[in-house]
């Protein structure tokens, strides 16, 4: 069974950076394709980036290109989502998301592919 665990989040000023983390484990990372959705107070689940079996990666939201860069350390077993440049509309809990595929060069965007997720962790970007 594959378990996401995430963290790195919490209270950050608008403008400033935050480093996500996802650790994978049960399974090996490069089995699977990877992807970072936000949920804000009282709106639907946004994608926001993801990482192909390969590597490939792939903002999902216009709103974060630029900014937020997913990467992965396949030895250990984690996915990363750089933040830069945040601003208090980023403010959301961050979910890392996984599923198994057997084609490498595949980005899952759309949530309803992915059939594990972690928790969550909770950004805040507030003055």
């Known amino acids: 069974q594959l378990q996401l665990v995430e963290s790195g989040g919490g209270l950050v000023l608008p403008g400033g950076s935050l480093r996500l983390s996802c650790v994978v484990s049960?399974?090996?990372?490069?089995?699977?394709?990877i992807a970072w959705f936000r949920q804000a107070p009282g709106k639907e689940r946004e994608g926001v980036s993801c990482i192909s079996r390969r590597g490939d990666t792939m903002a999902l939201a216009i709103s974060v290109q630029g900014r937020f860069t997913i990467s992965r350390d396949v030895p250990k077993n984690t996915v990363y989502l750089q933040m830069n440049d945040l601003k208090p509309d980023d403010t959301a809990v961050y979910y890392c998301a996984a599923t198994r595929t057997p084609v490498e060069s595949w980005c899952p965007r759309d949530s309803g592919v992915l059939n594990y997720w972690g928790e969550g962790t909770l950004v805040t970007v507030s003055s």
């Open positions: 049960g399974r090996k990372l490069d089995n699977y394709a």
